[in-house]
């Protein structure tokens, strides 16, 4: 045990030493703000683009999207390069978190969907404000030793079958989108609540429990809590390759949740030419296909990358298929007076859902 | 002579009054420090528009108390909160009261040591940890099933992960040793001789415990109710955890306004609201148990 320890020491000794010496000789560094986990932070990637551009680049991350919004208002000049969803690109760049993109500096950029890359959520008076890097779907997963066939219809969440066997993740505005899929409503700007309510309501039977992170879903489904849970795309992709899971990914005939992630470089960034140098590591296929190969990820927004792809990885067999593709809404932004009246519409439900 | 001894004295209660500041001094100040600045940040916020960081703007309101009475569903959660918050109480009371009983008169000597280390162990350990152990007896296929289906074949699932029972066996762990060590200080204190004289006198050990020992441990009752009373009706991990689709109540969705939503203002709100109805449930009670004192 003391031989260990001291071993141990010895090597972080070692490493801290390593540390020291990279910090002296690179002394250029980026700031970025992301989840933790998602790509921008694989060590691998990292090291190679300083041995390539010699910048060091030192992770901050966020839980929440609000969060993220918030550490960009009380640090300005923080940051460099940061994460956000589409959603809420255009609410940065009018509260002036963000500032705009030199697109030229981006060289990948003409590969990326030109339906990401046209965004109305990321050209704000002509000006970029965000690069697209990936996206994704918001629907669910089956556990496939409970189903003879993979369903192909939302409206197996609320059978009576799985009464008591389905997971939902506890978010007001996932909760509601869903609803608005089943009743054939617009996800960003349901006009019938009344039905919402209802269709939210009949699920009280149903739940097992809320699931908050990727890892507890991936408890709950080996400890078979489920049959049939809320998901996201990349993560049950994860699932299978990574955990073994006999999960299956559904995009129903009704539609599905649509996510896109753009990096962005923060307003008065202390190094705007490494943020860009960054982005455009992010957005090219050998990062992406490597990621995607190795740990597991989202769709690239870069058309090449995707094409590099295996035929038979998930990325490319689900999302691929443009016929599904086409279902799936993509989540606009959203006002606080609609974002206040989804809060109170799920507290509300969830205030029901107790006998 | 006289006047030497006065002053004498009057020295020495200057002395003491400087002992007794400088003894609680630090204390008071380190309670204002981290206790009333925060709460006192956190007033303020519950009547702001909006959280005052970066450049965004807040105005004063009263719109964050109004919610609560606008919305139905508060009251019905903070309801739901009191109601859990009693029902912990009492089953800490009905299972804590015995225990510290016979721990007081009793055990005696080195046995008695080994079971208040028992009782105390809990706190030696994380809530966390403590909650997630319950998980995993209470889960399908867990402990308990696992366990009940052995001695009892064909009893079948049980189901009592994600329910209200689990909140409550959860709870009632984590909160018990409180009221067992209020309840076990107050009743060592009764002498011994009293209890006898009652025997002695033709009490049953039912009268005894009626009219003679619960009066005497009142003080320790209510010290043990009270602190597990209020962190329960705020609790927020345990229901989370333990209670599924049945786990939300008003300290879950504070919570939510803190971490997920981000509108400091509503959770702050909430919160005086809740601190306000307990103050006012201790302020009705006090006069009755004092009169029972």
Known sequence: ?355 | MAAVTETGAAHRRRAQRLTIFAMTGPAYLWLALTIFLPLSAMAYFSFLTDAPFGNKQAFLTLENYRAFFQEDFYRTLMLRSFRLGAEVTFYCFLFGFPCALVLAKTIRGRWREALFLLVILPFWSNALVRIFSWTMVLRGNGVLETLVNWILPGTGPLNLMFSYPAIIVGLVHSYIPYMILTCYLSLQAIDDSLIEAARSLGAGRLTVLRRLILPLAMPGIFAGAVLIFVPVVGSFMEPRILGGRNGTFIGTIIEDQFTAVFNWPLGAALSFIMLGIVLMILLIASPALRRMR
Do not use: C
């Open chain 1, 1 to 355: 045990m003391l031989k260990r320890f001291g071993r141990t020491a010895v090597g972080l000794a070692a490493a801290a030493g390593v540390a020291l010496g990279a910090a002296q000789a690179m002394a250029e560094e980026i700031r970025v703000l992301n989840w933790q986990g998602y790509g921008t932070d694989e060590p691998w990637s990292l090291e190679k683009f300083s041995e390539h551009t010699g910048i060091s680049v030192v992770h901050d991350y966020f839980n929440s999207e609000q969060e993220m919004l918030t550490k960009l208002r009380t640090n300005p000049g923080a940051y460099d390069v940061v994460l956000i969803n589409s959603a809420f690109t255009r609410q940065a760049a009018d509260e002036g978190l963000i500032q705009p993109i030199e697109t030229g500096k981006i060289t990948h950029l003409n590969d990326t969907s030109p339906g990401m890359r046209e965004n109305a959520n990321f050209i704000i008076d002509g000006k970029t404000y965000a690069i697209p890097w990936v996206w994704g779907v918001t629907s669910f997963a089956v556990d496939t030793t409970d189903f003879t066939e993979v369903p192909t219809s939302i409206e197996e969440l609320w059978d009576p079958k799985h009464a008591g066997r389905v997971g939902w993740r506890d978010d007001a505005v996932e909760a509601v989108m869903f609803a608005a899929i089943a009743t054939g409503q617009d996800i960003n700007n349901p006009s019938d609540f009344d039905a919402i309510r209802e269709k939210l309501r009949a699920l009280k039977p149903q739940i097992r429990t809320f699931w908050s992170s990727e890892d507890e879903w991936n408890q709950f489904m080996s400890a078979n809590e489920f049959d049939l849970a809320t998901y996201w795309s990349g993560s049950a992709s994860r699932s299978k390759t990574a955990f073994g899971l006999p999960v299956e990914f559904v995009i129903a005939e009704e539609g599905a949740i649509g996510w896109l992630d753009g990096l962005s470089i923060a307003k008065d960034a202390p190094n705007p030419e490494g943020a860009h140098k960054f982005i455009n590591w992010m957005i090219d296929p050998d990062f992406y296909v490597a990621w995607d190969t190795n740990v597991g990820a989202p769709a690239s927004a870069n058309e090449k990358a995707n094409a590099g792809l295996p035929e038979t990885s998930f990325n490319r067999a689900v999302l691929g298929d443009s016929e599904k593709v086409s279902k799936v809404q993509f989540m606009g932004p959203m006002d606080d007076a609609l974002r206040e009246k989804i809060l109170t519409l799920w507290q509300e439900t969830k205030t029901y859902y107790q006998e």
